[in-house]
């Protein structure tokens, strides 16, 4: 198998439809996550809502450099959600996020060896499959964070509004 398509089964895996390293997905994950959820603030944590935010304001800035265009992304936005309204614009931000990971996905699977190895945008940033490797391990780790929020938030282990969490 190529290494594109693997990488791209990788990336297909942890966002869209797989189970195979952290038995469920991105879009598993927030398939039923209503907005007030969403949106449900515990101690410090980052929201579900920003989570998701940040996951894809990634893929699409690597996105945008994959067709063509400049990497316009900056560290210091990735978290600057606006404020949503109703739960169309939260079903919205889900929508594009599963969009943009399966372009991404097609993206990396036609790619050659050699794409894989040119220098993504400056050499300090490294190559195509070091800055898509990264973006899947940068996935899961948003994964499990999701996913820990979420069962504390459905279980009612804990009162989001009380200090600490407790």
Excluded: C
């Excluded at 780790?141 to 009612?156: C, F, R, S, V």
């Amino acid at each position: 198998m190529k290494a594109s398509t693997q990488l791209a089964n990788r990336s297909r895996e942890v966002m869209l439809d797989g189970k195979w390293i952290a038995n469920t997905n991105l879009q598993d994950q927030l398939q039923h996550v209503t907005l007030e959820l969403a949106e449900t603030q515990i101690a410090n944590l980052n929201t579900i809502a920003k989570l998701t935010f940040h996951i894809n304001y990634y893929i699409a800035g690597v996105l945008n450099v994959f067709e063509g265009g400049e990497l316009e992304i900056q560290d210091k936005y990735s978290f600057d959600l606006p404020k949503m309204n109703t739960e169309q614009e939260w079903n919205d931000l889900k929508k594009d996020l599963f969009a943009n990971a399966k372009k991404f996905a097609n993206h990396v699977e036609h790619m050659t060896d050699e794409q894989l190895d040119e220098v993504f945008v400056d050499k300090r940033y490294g190559d195509f499959r070091r800055n898509i490797e990264a973006m899947i391990e940068h996935s899961y780790y948003h994964l499990g964070q999701i996913t820990l929020i979420k069962k504390l938030l459905e279980g009612n282990k804990i009162n989001p509004s009380s200090p600490g969490g407790h």
